[in-house]
């Protein structure tokens, strides 16, 4: 107990969330065997032939939430909290079976020295450091980890446990030594070679003024082409790759608000006046407050410039029982209370010695203490809290409220340089008070939070409609939009893919929506969906499974571009073959003109974004008219009139800047190559 504790209490007793946080950037890297349910374990997953079993998946993520509930002491029930272990877990089993295997196959490994390297070399994990050194000021030390470990040793109860999270930390440094390995693989392959680099002086060292004629798509009627079946199809399977899409669903979902009725608003209003006049006679405001209000109550002290002034003007008055409020702001009630007033200080630095539930060593070293013993050499010895054992038991100084209840009722008994011992039920401490500011009137303030909510009849009554609704929208898509209309609601839209867990703009509980979702057929309407205190129906208006979109579910986006093409031959033909005045009179336009123009360049004035055009200027010579260029928006021909050499970049800058793009892109490529050559497919939707 007493080394779980030294891991948990790292970095002082206040600091223990940072080890929480640090622990969510981990690849745990556990594995377990595959469970049975009598043969009938359903697939999650499949990754490079691995089959995931429900039973693999939910082993994973209870250790995984274990372990990470165990080491930082927080709860991991929340939605949220739920959402960040699942992807921890995913992580860890993309890691197992896609990642660790083709390192493998690449033959990137961890050699023992470099196991040893990564505790106490001169290039320690940064997963190590911020396991075992001391999250406030960076510090490491190798002997940290030696105390962890003789401490697992020792503890008969909870060593194995130890064991296993300094095995996991282990785990996670090596995969990330080896991911460095690849990164450095993979970048060191990188290069720009001298014709790059000279083209890329050029670019930026030649500027361009000339004119140009052209007129945008826009320009042209639809009705002046035509777009065959035949066109289109082609577009679609000459660039089938741009449409490579995940497993998807398109819904169409309608909310029901549960807002608060003007009925809902008048009985909060009356119970808020009740509250009022209890909150006013109660001879134990802190306690009626937190009984009644539906937030949590806040028992610090505040000085008067904390408070508001009308909350001041009570606390530091004469009647410090007057009530103030009610004051309704977003549809919440507020009433508050003076509970207390009294002198205290703003801020005390502690030094502090922590152990284990011993009284009895407490006591002892207490004693010591007491009696004109170096402090800093008892906590160098006898502290758990390693971090400041090696301050001298300095944890600093600190806001008085940061401190437990328990230590600040010490606090203010003592002075400073005294000492004390204090209870904080995983252990106990001794303190000696470093400074203590001198006191400044403060007062606690009780405040009771009631907000406006719609009453259990308002949400039967939505709930009533919304049900009325989804057996008119039951059938098709199309009785779906027909029972939106008659019910004055307007359906939204969006789409969703299994990874997502929950649906943009409707919050973090919408996850069921999106399983269901993956689990319906098109036309299905879904049952009443509770988020956020709303009701949500859903319907599904497409679903996608193939590797590829089809033709169907991509017209949209082929048709415009297959349509500008048709454009771009009617226009050519008025350009090709004409100086830019003729070609601006068979237009109808005026001759445009352009300055200051380079080929890393992407705008025209008069045009707009043109990456085509910029790209025939910078290959064009001077006086030679252009061939007509299809850019995004429209076709156009130029004429370049003079060209200016300057001074915006040398061979070596160049070299520089390339490099670090290449560089960029590669990083950002990697992992998703190596995902992208595994065969994964993911199947989570159905039960998580």
């Not at 969330?17 to 997953?45: C, H, R, Y």
């Not at 009627?221 to 998807?248: C, G, H, L, R, W």
């Not at 309704?328 to 209370?337: A, C, G, K, P, Q």
């Amino acid at each position: 107990m007493a080394g779980l504790n030294t891991l948990r209490t790292k970095g002082g007793l206040f600091l223990t969330f940072v080890i929480g946080i640090a622990l969510l950037l981990f690849v745990v890297s556990l594995a377990f065997e595959n469970g049975g349910m009598g043969g009938q374990d359903p697939k999650v997953a499949e990754i490079n032939g691995e089959k995931i079993t429900y039973t693999h998946y939910q082993d994973t993520f209870d250790a995984v939430q274990n372990n990470l509930s165990t080491m930082s002491g927080q709860d991991y029930s929340s939605a949220e909290a739920q959402d960040a272990v699942h992807n921890v877990t995913w992580q860890q089993l993309l890691n197992q079976y896609a990642i660790q295997p083709g390192f493998d196959k690449m033959g990137i490994a961890i050699s023992d020295a470099e196991r040893i390297e990564l505790l106490s070399g001169e290039y320690v994990s940064p997963i190590v450091r911020s396991a075992f050194g001391d999250p406030t000021t960076g510090q490491f030390s190798p002997e940290y980890v030696v105390e962890y470990l003789n401490a697992a040793a020792a503890d008969q109860q909870y060593g194995p446990l130890m064991m296993q999270r300094y095995e996991m930390i282990v785990r996670d440094a090596q995969v990330q030594r080896a991911m460095e390995k690849y990164v450095g693989l993979v970048a060191k392959g990188m290069f720009v070679n001298d014709l790059e680099i000279a083209a890329g002086v050029t670019a930026a060292n030649k500027v361009f003024t000339g004119r140009w004629v052209g007129k945008s798509y826009g320009q042209i009627a639809d009705s002046t082409v035509k777009v065959e079946k035949a066109d289109i199809e082609k577009y679609y399977n000459e660039n089938k790759k741009m449409f490579k899409q995940q497993p998807s669903r398109s819904i169409s979902y309608v909310v029901f608000e549960v807002d608060p009725t003007e009925d809902d608003r008048l009985a909060a209003a009356n119970e808020v006046e009740k509250l009022v006049a209890e909150f006013a006679a109660t001879e134990e405001p802190m306690i009626y407050a937190k009984s009644k209000s539906r937030e949590a109550v806040d028992e610090n002290y505040y000085s008067r410039a904390a408070l508001s002034e009308e909350v001041a003007a009570i606390a530091f008055g004469a009647d410090k029982s007057k009530v103030y409020g009610p004051v309704l702001e977003n549809d919440v009630y507020r009433i508050s209370r003076v509970t207390d007033v009294k002198a205290l200080p703003d801020s005390v630095a502690i030094s502090y010695i922590v152990l284990a539930q011993n009284a009895d060593k407490a006591d002892s070293i207490l004693n010591a203490a007491k009696s004109g013993a170096n402090f800093a050499a008892l906590a160098m010895e006898f502290s758990e809290d390693r971090a400041t054992a090696e301050l001298g038991g300095e944890l600093g100084t600190l806001p008085y409220s940061a401190y437990p209840e328990s230590l600040r009722a010490e606090i203010d008994k003592a002075s400073k340089g005294s000492f004390f011992k204090a209870d904080l039920g995983q252990a106990v401490c001794v303190v000696r008070v470093d400074r203590k500011d001198a006191p400044v009137m403060k007062a606690q303030v009780a405040t009771i939070a009631y907000p406006i909510i719609a009453s259990p009849t308002t949400e039967k009554e939505i709930h009533s409609v919304a049900n009325q609704f989804s057996v008119a929208a039951q059938g098709s898509v199309d009785k779906f939009n027909a029972a939106a209309a008659e019910s004055a609601v307007v359906p939204r839209t969006a789409r969703v893919v299994n990874t997502e867990r929950q649906i943009a703009g409707l919050g973090e509980d919408s996850r069921s929506i999106v399983r269901w979702a993956f689990d319906a057929k098109v036309g299905e309407v879904s049952e009443i969906f509770t988020v956020e205190g709303d009701y949500v129906v859903a319907t599904v208006t497409e679903v996608r499974n193939d590797e590829y979109a089809t033709l169907e579910q991509v017209y949209s986006q082929v048709y415009p571009v297959v349509l500008s093409n048709k454009k771009f031959e009617v226009l050519k033909a008025e350009l090709e073959g004409k100086s830019i005045e003729e070609a601006a009179a068979a237009l109808g336009v005026e001759v445009g003109s352009f300055e200051n123009v380079t080929a890393n360049g992407f705008y025209i004035d008069g045009i707009g974004i043109a990456p085509h055009t910029i790209g025939a200027i910078a290959k064009s010579a001077e006086g030679v008219v252009s061939k007509p260029i299809n850019d995004l928006t429209g076709a156009y021909i130029v004429v370049v009139d003079q060209v200016v050499e300057v001074e915006n970049q040398t061979a070596e800058k160049e070299q520089v800047r390339q490099s670090a793009m290449v560089e960029a892109q590669a990083a950002q490529r990697m992992n998703q190559a190596l995902y992208e050559g595994a065969e994964i497919e993911d199947l989570r939707v159905k039960f998580f």
